[in-house]
């Protein structure tokens, strides 16, 4: 029997204004973390999908056998994202970026911070905003 792993490597449609979380070392970890385990592939998102983010272009490193290993994942996509030049900097923006420990993560974001930038919302949405009166041409 064939197993797939289901996991959410991008920003879907609950955080859409971002396009992507910028914690590529906890992401490539994961990304070894499963391959090295018996799975036969991954479903990427269980929503609309989201950005093309180089967390997802991540899992066709991973997806190569022998798989990398983090450093050499985290090494190709930062050259082929930002340069050699920029390499050494991008790579320590990672770091710096992540959390310590997975255990500093938030298990949940507060309510508030959801569905609160107008780039997400649409355009009815944000018609329901404006004072009833606008907009409207008196009809003659």
């Keep these: 029997m064939k197993t797939i792993a289901k996991i959410q490597a991008n920003c879907s449609w609950e955080l859409s204004a971002v396009p992507s979380l910028p914690v590529m070392n906890l992401v490539t970890q ?9 799975i036969d592939g991954l ?6 999908g989201g ?3 180089p967390n997802l272009e991540l899992a066709r490193y991973f997806d190569s056998k022998p798989a990398p290993t983090v450093r050499q ?8 994202r930002y340069g050699p030049d920029a390499l ?5 923006a990672w770091r710096s970026s992540a959390p310590p420990s997975r ?3 938030p298990r949940r974001l507060p309510l508030q911070w959801s569905h609160t930038v107008r780039a997400s919302e649409s355009a009815l949405r944000q018609a329901q905003r404006l004072p009833r009166d606008h907009g409207r041409v008196p009809l003659r």
């Design 51 to 53: 950005f093309p983010s």
């Design 30 to 38: 994961h990304y070894s973390n499963l391959a090295q385990t018996d």
């Design 73 to 80: 994942a985290l090494t190709q996509i930062g050259e082929s």
């Design 88 to 92: 050494a900097d991008v790579l320590a």
């Design 103 to 105: 255990s500093t993560l």
């Design 43 to 48: 479903m990427m998102s269980w929503s609309v």
